[in-house]
């Protein structure tokens, strides 16, 4: 079994009044991309904030790879790197001079930290321009930054709050490569965002957040099993009978609906992805297979399902 | 049960590593900014301009009225041609104005350019962040002041045409390290100020309403205030002393009239006595004649005031640290 990165136990912050973060349990393996989502307000920001030891905890445990960020903190943030919501830099100084006062806040001697930052600069395609002024850079620029100033550290874990926010679909798209790409080199990522949907396809794991609880977690395939029960929506363009290919569909193992949306044009709903099992079902009744896509289940929509029937659960409870 | 124990003992051993990690990175770092920044450039102007105007305005007089004077030199620093004031005076009034401009921004500067969560993020304490801060802007501070000074000293000798006494310089080197911790207390105010706003544009204003309450309303209050504490009902010379001694002592909250009392101790060696003895602290020609102090009675004549200044800049100092540990760093 893979080590534990992170571990809290009935982790809780009030600020006057105000539960943040409500006994959360949260667990996150090496090497893993997880994904704390939920909406604004949800806590996860706080939750980031304690476990790098920069805001105390009201209650509960936290172990940050086995320290305790409280006592400990200068050993944890030399080994995660954290990137902030909005993350700034100095806009007057370059690339270079930034990076080099985060090599320095780290006690890392010049030469070798010279080295660390051409090659960090050179990885997120920032060589080009690393002697400009950061003010110059675009949102998307300083965002890669960002990656490449916690990369100096060579960190165990990297942080990122709201990663994509801001960005353009494209460059959040670029972003999240940029997330599995540190997952390759073996660096664990912990991500927040309220973009569920854009984020879901980079985490291994997620943990739905909500009023500073953390309702669920699990792989996106596993929440989608339990609370949409399946929710894969298999688009299909075929020739032939239509009756036949639409009992065809139907018979297959897995599949919860099968509606003709006209033009050829099926929509199969299932439990997973079954677009070899549906292909080979339109074939065997006879049909002509055009065209195949799959959607995955949407996160959204399981946070939405799931967050109703706690709301409908509590009302009749209430009732 | 030993997990728990074993908290509880790194509890009590409190934090890991020292408070002082990476300090000179951010003291190295803030530094450069300042010298290099624009706003060094607008001191360096009005710093020359201050200093040859000054110097100008004491040459004239000292060639009109004084012939030979063991400290000549310091003369430089305490003579004015109205309308134009000594340098004394105007160092006085700029000083606070040069601190506040370096510290104004410090904290919340850091918030609104959202660098501050991602600097506390690397493994130093806010302890590093801020101290080192302070001292940039202590060093910059010390650093633009004794540039000032050197240059005064040089127009002095071309005009002059005598260099300084040895105890002249002795006097000299005390006046600049008084001014130094002058500035001090006006840089840690500023300082608290940018913690405690998040608008450094509110920062700046504050301390500045600070430095005017101080620079004009304060000698007022303390003389209205004084009058209520210890009246003159009579018109006995015990009772007008008494109210003048209240007044002195209110009046020395203020840290420009702690630094006035100073300067006349330190500029001015015939000055037997501070307090009662001026009323006008910045103007401290010619207010006892008589023999020359030694420079050590001068100190201890003004030792109190030089210690309230640090106590007070530390003092300060220690508020903006309890404020900048509670504070949420969050953007
Ligand atoms: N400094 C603070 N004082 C009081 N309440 C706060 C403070 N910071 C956050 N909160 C509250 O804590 C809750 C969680 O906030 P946050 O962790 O920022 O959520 P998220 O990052 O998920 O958007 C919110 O209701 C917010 O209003
Ligand atoms: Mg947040």
């Known amino acids: 079994m893979s080590k534990n990165v992170i571990e809290t136990q009935d982790l809780t912050k009030r600020y006057n009044g105000v539960t943040a973060v409500d006994n959360l349990n949260l667990t996150i393996q090496e090497g893993e991309i997880f994904g704390m989502l939920g909406p604004n307000g949800s806590g996860k920001t706080t939750t980031i904030l304690m476990l790098l030891g920069l805001t105390e905890p009201t209650a509960g445990q936290v172990r940050v790879l086995g320290l305790d960020p409280a006592r400990q903190p200068l050993s944890v943030k030399a080994r995660v790197g954290y990137i902030p919501d909005q993350v700034g830099f100095y806009d007057d100084l370059t690339a270079v001079e930034n990076l080099m006062y985060t090599a320095k806040l780290n006690g890392i001697p010049r030469k070798e930290a010279l080295a660390r930052i051409d090659d960090a600069l050179d990885r997120m395609g920032l060589s080009e321009v690393k002697d400009r002024a950061v003010k110059t850079y675009s949102r998307g620029m300083k965002q890669r930054l960002a990656v490449a100033d916690v990369l100096i550290k060579q960190p165990h874990m990297v942080i990122m709050d709201e990663p994509t926010q801001g960005l353009d679909p494209e460059g959040a798209h670029e972003f999240l490569k940029i997330i599995r790409d540190l997952k390759d080199e073996n660096i664990t990522v912990l991500l927040a965002s309220h973009l569920l949907h854009q984020v879901q396809s980079v985490c291994d794991r997620v943990g739905l957040f909500n009023q500073g609880r953390m309702a669920i977690s699990g792989t996106v395939e596993e929440l989608a099993q339990k609370y949409m029960k399946g929710g894969y929506r298999i688009e299909l363009e075929a020739i032939g009978d239509r009756e036949a290919i639409e009992k065809a569909l139907k018979e297959v193992e897995g599949v919860t609906d099968v509606a003709y949306l006209g033009r050829d044009r099926y929509e199969v709903r299932a439990k997973g992805d079954l677009r070899a099992e549906a292909a080979r079902a339109v074939v065997l009744a006879g049909g002509g297979l055009l065209g195949l896509h799959v959607e995955a289940p949407s996160l959204d929509d399981i946070y939405v399902r799931f967050f109703q029937e706690v709301k409908h659960d509590s009302q009749r409870q209430a009732a | ?331």
């Open chain 2, 1 to 331: 049960m030993t997990a728990n124990a074993r908290q509880l003992e790194a509890g009590r051993r409190g934090r890991e590593g020292s408070p002082w990690t990476g300090l000179w990175a951010v003291v190295f770092k803030e530094m450069a900014d300042y010298l290099t920044g624009t706003r060094m450039r607008i001191l360096e102007i009005l710093i020359l301009l201050t200093a040859v105007g000054a110097v100008y305005a004491a040459m004239t007089q000292i060639r009109e009225t004084i012939g030979r004077d063991p400290f000549l030199f310091l003369k430089l620093f305490t003579l004015s041609k109205s309308p134009i004031p000594s340098f004394v005076e105007f160092l006085g009034i700029l000083v606070p104005l040069i601190a506040i401009s370096l510290t104004f921004d410090a904290i919340n500067g850091e918030f609104s350019r959202r660098t501050l969560s991602r600097v506390l993020a690397q493994p130093i304490y806010r302890d590093a962040l801020l101290f080192g801060k302070f001292l940039a802007a202590f060093f910059t501070l010390a650093l633009v002041l004794t540039v000032i000074w050197l240059l005064i000293i040089g127009l002095g000798l071309i005009g002059l045409g005598v260099p300084p006494s040895g105890p002249g310089i002795a006097r000299l080197l005390v006046f600049l390290l008084a001014t130094i911790f002058y500035g001090g207390v006006w840089l840690a105010l500023a300082m608290v100020f940018s913690i405690v706003f998040r608008q450094p544009a509110t920062a700046a204003m504050a301390s500045l309403a600070v430095w005017l309450f101080f620079l004009i309303f304060w000698n007022i209050l303390a003389g209205l205030l004084a009058n209520v504490i210890s009246p003159v009902r009579l018109g006995l010379p015990q009772e007008i002393i008494a109210q003048a001694r209240v007044q002195i002592a209110l009046a020395r909250f203020s840290p420009t009239f702690l630094y006035g009392e100073i300067m006349a101790a330190i500029l001015n060696p015939a000055v037997k006595m501070v307090g009662l003895g001026l009323l006008l602290p910045i103007q401290p020609q010619g207010s006892i004649p008589g023999s020359p102090l030694p420079l050590s009675q001068s100190l201890l004549l003004v030792w109190p005031q030089f210690t309230g200044l640090i106590a007070a800049t530390i003092l300060l100092f220690a508020l903006g640290y309890v404020l900048f540990q509670r504070q949420e760093i969050r953007a």
